[in-house]
């Protein structure tokens, strides 16, 4: 399992931009990068998955640099509801791969 | 994406009940389903992982006989909260893996909160 670190907790205000960093140096080559957002009293919600360069939807994009040792998950003009935990994870697809959170980082935006 | 479904969303039972939890796959087959719980100010921790048709397999600490796993089918996965007792209060969330197109990626259900009394 490769083990993520992310900041605990981001403060922002609407309309900003929110980047939270995580960082995976133990990536291995198979691995893709997935980040959750979950609010209170419910489950994760899948945000945005990649493996390299930038990926982007309609709520967030990432960015993975060519050495994979860290992703940075942008989250554009955020408002208070944005105001979740959001969650960083490593891992190879695989229907039964074991997902492994961490603390997450807690973003809190104010108006 | 694809939804998963949890029923019930909240149960309050008596110390010594059992408690069944349902998790629903609705428009994919989940071959493989896993079990979290989330203790207040908590991650998410796994409790198990089970594919249809076999046994649970269950994580280190977790006991496969009060927390009763069945798979039986490609869209439904019970968790059978035997005995409970109020330690086993929690919020208990599933997720499915298996849609054709989704990558392999885990879809959460909305989760059930537990309070054992």
């Known amino acids: 399992l490769a083990k993520t670190t992310q900041p605990i907790s981001m403060d922002s205000y609407e309309g900003q931009e929110v980047n939270i960093t995580c960082s995976h140096n133990n990536i291995a080559t198979n691995d893709y990068i997935t980040w959750y957002q979950q609010f209170p009293s419910q489950g994760p919600r899948f945000i945005i998955q990649g493996y390299k360069t930038k990926v982007t939807n309609e709520v967030a994009s990432l960015f993975i640099p060519a050495d994979r040792k860290s992703s940075t998950l942008s989250l554009p003009r955020v408002s208070l509801s944005d105001t979740a935990v959001y969650y960083c994870l490593v891992g190879p697809l695989s229907n039964d791969y074991k997902l492994s959170f961490g603390a997450g980082t807690t973003v809190t935006v104010r108006a | 994406g694809a939804v998963v479904s949890q029923h019930p969303s909240r149960v309050i039972c008596k110390s010594g009940t059992s408690v069944k939890i349902e998790c629903r796959s609705l428009?994919?087959?989940?071959?493989?389903m896993f079990w979290y719980r989330q203790f207040p100010k908590q991650s998410l921790m796994l409790m198990a992982t089970?594919?249809?048709?076999?046994?649970?397999?269950?994580e280190q600490g977790v006991e496969k006989d009060k927390f009763l796993i069945n798979h039986a089918s490609l869209t439904l996965s019970t968790l059978t909260v035997t005995s409970a007792h109020p330690e086993d209060s929690s919020f208990y969330i599933c997720?499915?893996?298996?849609?054709?197109?989704?990558?392999?990626?885990?879809?959460f259900g909305p989760g059930t909160r537990l309070l054992v009394l």
């Open positions: 997720s499915g893996t298996g849609g054709a197109g989704l990558q392999e990626t885990q879809y």
């Open positions: 089970s594919n249809e048709g076999s046994k649970a397999t269950y």
């Open positions: 428009d994919f087959q989940a071959t493989t």
